[in-house]
T-cell receptor, first 113, second 115 residues
Framework: AQSVTQLGSHVSVSEGALVLLRCNYS??????LFWYVQYPNQGLQLLLK??????LVKGINGFEAEFKKSETSFHLTKPSAHMSDAAEYFC???????????FGTGTRLLVSP | DSGVTQTPKHLITATGQRVTLRCSPR?????VYWYQQSLDQGLQFLIQ???????AKGNILERFSAQQFPDLHSELNLSSLELGDSALYFC??????????????FGEGSRLTVL
């Protein structure tokens, strides 16, 4: 069965610091992997997605993620955090031909001045 | 704006009651998904419809049902409500004709409070 595990329900960084949000997946077939962001009182918005093309994926707002098959990971990074990045981030997995997404439990990113 | 519209945005009701949540997908999207988000369960997939037919079922209780109409809007019916049903219910849509990117577009959710 497919699943994703997000390590850390909360991550705190200072403005300007590196952001690293961890996601590991479990899938018996090549996965599609996604990062979504949820700002307060809003729905989820796609940040980026991996669909078996380039392993380093660039998304919106300066975020990127690297697919590492050997580590079954898809960690999300941003070189320099901004206050506006404070939100909840969800990693999700699906596989080819099937649109249902399985979400991780989410990581709340806190950014301090 | 994702293009997905959910109504109502907020709903407060009592235990034992029944409510209907409505979702209009993005123009041209054939698939509609319902997710439940609660503090203790996280984001849980409930059910998916594709072009009017049920495609996949997740952790949906028997007290809950859904359908997708010919105009592609969807409704999620929650009955015999319990306190634990209080949550944010999201609708998402995907798959415009000829496009299968795996990306879901989410509405802003309907917040259900059961008292």
């Amino acid at each position: 069965a497919q699943s994703v595990t997000q390590l850390g329900s909360h991550v705190s960084v200072s403005e300007g610091a590196l952001v690293l949000l961890r996601c590991n997946y479990s899938s018996s077939v090549p996965p599609y992997l996604f990062w979504y962001v949820q700002y307060p009182n809003q729905g989820l918005q796609l940040l980026l997605k991996y669909t078996s093309a380039a392993t380093l994926v660039k998304g919106i707002n300066g975020f990127e993620a690297e697919f590492k098959k050997s580590e079954t990971s898809f960690h999300l990074t941003k070189p320099s955090a901004h206050m506006s990045d404070a939100a909840e981030y969800f990693c999700a997995v699906s596989f080819s031909g099937f649109q249902k997404l399985v979400f991780g439990t989410g990581t709340r990113l806190l950014v301090s001045p | 704006d994702s293009g997905v519209t959910q109504t109502p945005k907020h709903l407060i009701t009592a235990t034992g009651q029944r409510v209907t949540l409505r979702c209009s997908p993005r123009s041209g999207d054939l698939s509609v998904y319902w997710y439940q988000q609660s503090l203790d369960q996280g984001l849980q997939f409930l059910i998916q419809y594709y072009n009017g037919e049920e495609r996949a079922k997740g952790n949906i209780l028997e007290r809950f049902s859904a359908q997708q109409f010919p105009d592609l809007h969807s409704e999620l019916n929650l009955s015999s409500l319990e306190l634990g049903d209080s949550a944010l219910y999201f609708c998402a849509s995907s798959v415009r004709a000829g496009e299968a990117t795996g990306e879901l577009f989410f509405g802003e959710g309907s917040r259900l409070t059961v008292l």
